[in-house]
């Protein structure tokens, strides 16, 4: 009789503990969604260990060293992305941020790129450096497909009547990134600029909804069978 008691015990004592190892897995999974806000203007400190993990003790430059900023984080979590970067914003002309963007594109991310066709023609405007960089990976499509490889950078200018002011990112389809911040050094390192970063579900689909939206709008092919 106490054997089959002391069984009994064992087995409502392990179910309760599988429930709260249930529980305790659930909440610790609900803590991993990342979410985060940045504010600028930034602290202006090296980003060169970013794009060279060397450079940590090799870089000489005046700038502060080993400081995270609101911009350093910014560029973390673009350079994160390990097999797309969808990019939909009205002003392009950070070097920085450029450099993270082609960085990706040399290990294979598939970029797409949504800007204002006005903005896109200023001067200092990296638009026309990401098409240069889109079309040279076109000219070898061919050889990287047969290895099975796509390095793929691809740009539309938003051709409709207003202006495209959007400013927003999705990395990998599961993090959004946007808020006020144009991708210029202006708006970096002088405005008052805010950075919405979150893994939340409910807030990236739609954004990856009107990126397709815009995407599928602004396809050259569209216009080409009107002429």
């Known amino acids: 009789m106490w054997s089959v008691k002391v069984v009994g015990l064992g087995v409502v004592a392990l179910s309760l503990s599988l429930e709260l190892l249930g529980w305790l897995f659930g909440r610790c999974r609900r803590r991993r969604t990342l979410n985060q806000v940045l504010f600028f203007p930034s602290e202006v400190a090296c980003v060169e260990h970013l794009f060279n993990q060397n450079s940590a003790h090799s870089c000489f430059c005046p700038l502060p060293h080993g400081v995270e900023t609101s911009f350093s984080r910014l560029l973390r979590h673009i350079l994160s992305a390990s097999c797309s970067l969808d990019l939909c914003v009205f002003s392009f002309s950070n070097m920085d941020l450029s450099r993270a963007v082609l960085l990706l594109h040399k290990k294979g991310v598939t970029i797409r790129v949504i800007s204002d066709k006005d903005y896109s023609a200023i001067t200092g405007s990296q638009i026309g450096v990401l098409r ?32 495209m002011h959007h400013k927003f990112a999705v990395v990998d389809g599961r993090l959004l990134i946007t808020g006020s911040l144009n991708w210029t050094l202006t708006a970096v390192q002088r405005n008052m600029e805010n950075i919405l970063i979150t893994e939340e579900a409910e807030l990236v689909q739609p954004f990856i909804k009107e990126f397709h939206r815009i995407w599928v709008l602004n396809d050259p092919a569209r216009f080409y069978k009107n002429l």
Not at 137 to 159: Q, T, Y
């Open 132 to 163: 240069k960089a889109g079309s040279s990976a076109f000219n070898k499509s061919l050889s990287l497909h047969m290895v099975g490889l796509e390095l793929s950078v691809c740009v539309r200018w938003d051709v409709g009547s207003v202006h």
